[in-house]
Every structure is written in structure tokens, then in C-alpha cells.
């Protein structure tokens, strides 16, 4: 299952004895440098430093890695591909027939496409390095005591669990129906989809009923109950994270504009 192998290496990883504010505050705040850096370096070097520090330190497989970045890498590509061709202004470096049009590629859309690109590497490395290194039980403590209220938290944990057990089901019957050529041909692969969807839906109201009753059955009383014992923060781990955020913020100040600075001193 895949949450289980997710949860698995967040509790195996080797931060996971750090405080997991810690480890919010350097995710946190990579993703918010990296959106709002208006150069590619703030996140290109974000991204870089998070994977190292995720491969050497975290001790992440580097194929496994690899295969987490590949989806997300695919609709980037796709996406900065049509930016490239599309958004004008500055030289023209190439054009390129298609049908009744000229796709013409400047050197504003190349770098329009390239900053969108490394700004959607650092992000997801971002989401990426809590997801690998953290919990869902710490991430959820951590939202109590930011005071996100106990029945958003619990419903978080709910989906969290179903949605990995209806794909877990939804591929064992796609996998039942291939077997038995369900998707040969278009009307069979209609037929089947709509089976499938039907089975998922059915499947999923029954195994609601059956967690209230369950819930019920235990006294549910509105909170689900967690043993929760925090590592506490430690300077070790927390300085080096302060730093860093210091130093992406010094390279996002000296890649702003004039204007843009004042804007970001006047807000500050």
C-alpha cells in the first residue's frame, strides 16, 4: 500500500526525532521563498539543497526519489511547453511551423518557462520533504496545538486512510477485470469503467456506515483520542534550519528589483 510505505519511511527517516515544527518552519518556509522569489535561483536552490539534504541525510532511495518527482515533472513540462510557445516579448530564438500558425520562441517566454519550472522543483520538493520525513500523526498534533480545530484534524485523518484504501481497491478490480480482457475494446472498456465505478462508490458508502458504527460501538464522543509526545525542540536542528531560511531570504532580497524591495519593506 502506498500510505503504508510513505508512513513507513517518515517513521523510519532519520529527522524523525526532530520536533516536527522544526521541520514545518523548513518546508514552510522554502515553499513560501519559492513562490514569491521572482528569480529561479531562490527556488532551484531550494529545491537542490532539499533533495541533498533528503538523499544523504534521510537516507531516501535515489530511484524511489526519482519516481516521486516524475509525475509532477511531466505536467510541469507540459505546461512550460505551452508557455514557451505562447507568451511573447524579447528576442525571437526560433520559429516552428505548425499547421496554420508559427510558434515562436523568445527569450522573455524561455525564461518565463524556466522560472516557472524551478519554481514548481521547489515547491514540490518542499510538500516532498514533510511528506518523507514526517508523520500524519505528528503533522495532525502539530495542527491541534496550532489550534486547527479537532474535527477538521480527525476527517483529515479519515480521508487521509480512505482515499489509499479505495485506490488499493479500485486497482485490484482494474486488475481482475484486465485479467479477464474487461478493456479489449472501447464498448468493454466503457462497460468496465463504469462497473469499477459503481463497485468503488457502493464499496465506500458501505465502509462508512461501517466506521460510524464502529465509532459508535467505542463511545465515540467527538475526538479521537492520541497519545501525543513531542520531541522537543533542539537547537541543533533548529539553528541550521534558521540559517538556512536566512540565507534563501538574502538571496531573494539581492535578486529584487527596486521597486519590488520597497513593495516588500513596506508590507515588512
Given amino acids: ?94 520559429s516552428i511551423p505548425f499547421l ?6 523568445t527569450t522573455h517566454s524561455l525564461a518565463e518557462g524556466f522560472q516557472i519550472l524551478c519554481r514548481v522543483f521547489g515547491c514540490t520538493v518542499s510538500l516532498y520533504f514533510i511528506v518523507l520525513t514526517t508523520p500524519l500523526s505528528d503533522l495532525l498534533s502539530s495542527a491541534k496545538r496550532l489550534g486547527v480545530p479537532v474535527e477538521l484534524t480527525d476527517l483529515m485523518m479519515i480521508i487521509y486512510r480512505y482515499i489509499f484504501i479505495v485506490y488499493d481497491m479500485a486497482v485490484e478490480i482494474a486488475q481482475a477485470q484486465k485479467m479477464r480482457l474487461g478493456y479489449r475494446r472501447p464498448i468493454e472498456a466503457i462497460q468496465s469503467f463504469a462497473m469499477l465505478s459503481g463497485v468503488l462508490f ?33 537547537i541543533a536542528s533548529f539553528l541550521p534550519v534558521i540559517l538556512y531560511l536566512i540565507g534563501l531570504c538574502t538571496i531573494l532580497v539581492l535578486t529584487l528589483d527596486r521597486s519590488a524591495l520597497h513593495l516588500l519593506l513596506w508590507i515588512l
Fill in 1 to 94: 500500500m502506498i500510505e503504508t510505505h510513505l508512513d513507513q519511511i517518515a517513521q523510519e527517516s532519520p529527522f524523525s526525532h526532530i520536533h516536527p515544527g522544526t521541520k514545518l518552519l523548513l518546508a514552510g518556509g522554502s515553499l513560501i521563498f519559492s513562490l514569491i522569489s521572482p528569480s529561479f535561483l531562490v527556488p532551484l536552490i531550494s529545491g537542490l539543497c532539499l533533495s541533498l539534504t533528503l538523499l544523504i541525510y534521510g537516507k531516501i532511495h535515489p530511484v524511489f526519489y526519482g519516481k516521486m518527482l516524475l509525475l509532477p515533472a511531466v505536467f510541469s513540462i507540459m505546461s512550460v511547453l505551452i508557455i514557451i510557445f505562447m507568451r511573447g516579448g524579447g528576442e525571437a530564438l526560433a
Fill in 202 to 234: 457502493i464499496s465506500s458508502w458501505n465502509a462508512g456506515e461501517g466506521l460510524i458504527q464502529a465509532m459508535d460501538a467505542r463511545c465515540y464522543q467527538g475526538e479521537f483520542p492520541a497519545l501525543e509526545q513531542p520531541e522537543p525542540v533542539c
Fill in 100 to 105: 496554420w500558425m508559427e510558434l515562436t520562441i
